[in-house]
């Protein structure tokens, strides 16, 4: 596989100009095309801005929170105000903290650490895996499916009525869905966590991208997301929010930096006094460079302004929904039905397709990018695809280890760096899939599709 680019194409107008805009790939039938990312909601192109300005910093680059010379106290500073940052990006309260971690998943996980003891954790089974999977030393309550956000919020307030009153509870709770794309009524869902005692954590890996996130609005206890879905792909990701049971928590890693002073111990060992704040939970070297490139991220995005770039999506993801809706076979997957509100991501199957073999044909013939499979939520999955039955198009249905049939899907996620031509040409190869079929054969290797080169 080789990597090239042509000459940007300056005609491309979308409202974030990001990084990639300008690579072409080469297709199994012949030719180039430039690429059409369509998979945002797995990882987003850095942003032109954000590369920018890390590329401007990056001479400049030093430790953060332990050198004298000029260059580690400019790196300090600038990750500082990049929590700052993020903290006005977020509405946080007064006193909420944001720590710097790796992605949302590391987010959660350091969140699992800081539960009180007998904390009960409530989700939906609609969550992705990071949200389902980190609260395994708890008591977890799994909801399941609403089939509305109004039966979302009743489900949540029966099963928070049943707890015991006394003890900690969290809920965990997705603000836009990573398979539909669907909105939860976030606002709604903390009302009632709250008139039950109970604190919430948004995960807002699909949200922040695309609509303002506001701690003190939706009054959500903390918040998460990665930068890499964020346009910021650097290895950073945020957990924002109520400081005091970070504050009570052992540190997530115990290392340099979260320590505060380390001491010989009276019965021969080591002692420790950690430190309160942030860094407690940020021991070794932070990132900066991943730090200082989500909080460009947040910037770029609040001045591009969210109702412009959310009322732009909507009109895409209008463009799949309505040039999709007389294909015979294309079904959609939705909970709360199919003209409920969403960001830019949209799930499907199409009848008679291995899914797996159509995200390929549309790689290898069309040069665009989706995601096949499960989508790292597959009791989501499950029950949306459950009852399908639909018949399997060649290359073999993956089978599950367990011998487990595994209905995938497809979806295509995009965001404030697409083009429309992008979205118009997944409408295009979608149509002349169904119609005419794959050009070319393909192969299973290892459960997934390839165009079979050796045809
Ligand atoms: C809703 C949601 N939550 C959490 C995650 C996990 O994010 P990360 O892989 O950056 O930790 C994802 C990733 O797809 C997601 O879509």
């Not at 993020?86 to 969140?111: H, I």
């Not at 015991?164 to 509870?169: C, I, K, L, S």
């Not at 060992?269 to 989500?294: F, K, L, M, Q, T």
């Not at 079929?437 to 050796?454: H, K, L, Q």
């Amino acid at each position: 596989m080789s990597v090239s680019t042509a000459a940007v194409d300056r005609s491309v107008r979308t409202p974030l100009p990001v990084l990639g805009r300008d690579v072409t790939v080469p297709l199994v039938t012949g030719g180039e095309v430039t690429y059409a990312a369509l998979d945002y909601a797995a990882s987003a192109p850095a942003l032109q801005r954000v590369w920018d300005d890390v590329a401007a910093y990056a001479p400049y680059y030093g430790s953060v929170h332990r050198g004298a010379g000029y260059l580690s106290q400019l790196s300090t500073d600038l990750f500082e105000n990049a929590r700052r940052t993020v903290a006005e990006f977020l509405d946080c309260r007064t006193g909420d903290q944001v720590v710097f971690t790796r992605s949302t998943t590391d987010s959660l996980n350091l969140l699992a650490t800081a539960l009180p003891e007998d904390c009960e954790v409530f989700v939906f089974e609609t969550e992705h895996h990071a949200s389902l999977l980190p609260w395994r030393g708890a008591r977890v309550t799994c909801l399941d499916a609403p089939d509305s956000p109004r039966a979302a919020v009743t489900a949540l307030e029966r099963a928070l009525a049943d707890r015991d009153p006394y003890g900690t509870a969290l809920v965990c709770v997705t603000g836009a869905s990573n398979v539909t794309g669907e909105l939860w009524p976030v606002r709604e869902l903390a009302a009632a966590a709250h008139a039950h005692g109970a604190r919430i954590v948004l995960d807002a890996a699909q949200l922040a991208p695309h609509h303002p996130v506001s701690v003190r609005d939706l009054d959500v206890d903390w918040v998460v997301f990665s930068g890499h879905k964020l346009y910021a792909p650097f290895g950073s990701g945020v957990l924002a929010g109520r400081a005091d049971w970070l504050r009570a928590a052992e540190p997530y890693l115990a290392g340099g930096g979260a320590s505060r002073k380390v001491t010989r111990g009276a019965d021969g060992g080591v002692d420790v006094e950690w430190h309160e704040g942030a860094a407690r939970h940020e021991a070794g070297s932070p990132n900066v460079i991943g730090a200082y490139a989500i909080a460009s991220a947040c910037k770029a995005l609040t001045e591009a302004g969210f109702e412009a770039l959310a009322a732009r999506e909507e009109a895409l993801v209008r463009v799949v929904r309505d040039g999709l809706a007389d294909v015979p076979g294309v079904r959609f997957l939705s909970l709360f039905g199919d003209e409920a509100p969403r960001v830019g991501v949209l799930s499907f199957v199409v009848e008679g397709w291995n899914s797996s073999h159509f995200a390929a044909a549309l790689s290898a013939e069309y040069g665009i990018g989706v995601r096949d499979g499960l989508f790292c939520a597959h009791p989501l999955l499950r029950r949306l695809l459950g009852g399908d039955g639909r018949a399997q198009g060649e290359c073999g249905a993956p089978e599950a280890a367990s011998g487990e049939k595994s209905l995938n899907a497809i979806r295509v996620s995009f965001g404030a760096g697409t083009p429309d031509e992008h979205v118009e040409r997944f409408v295009r190869a979608v149509r002349e899939l169904v119609r005419d079929g794959a050009r070319w054969t393909y192969r299973t290797v290892d459960g997934r599709c390839v165009p079979d080169v050796s045809a």
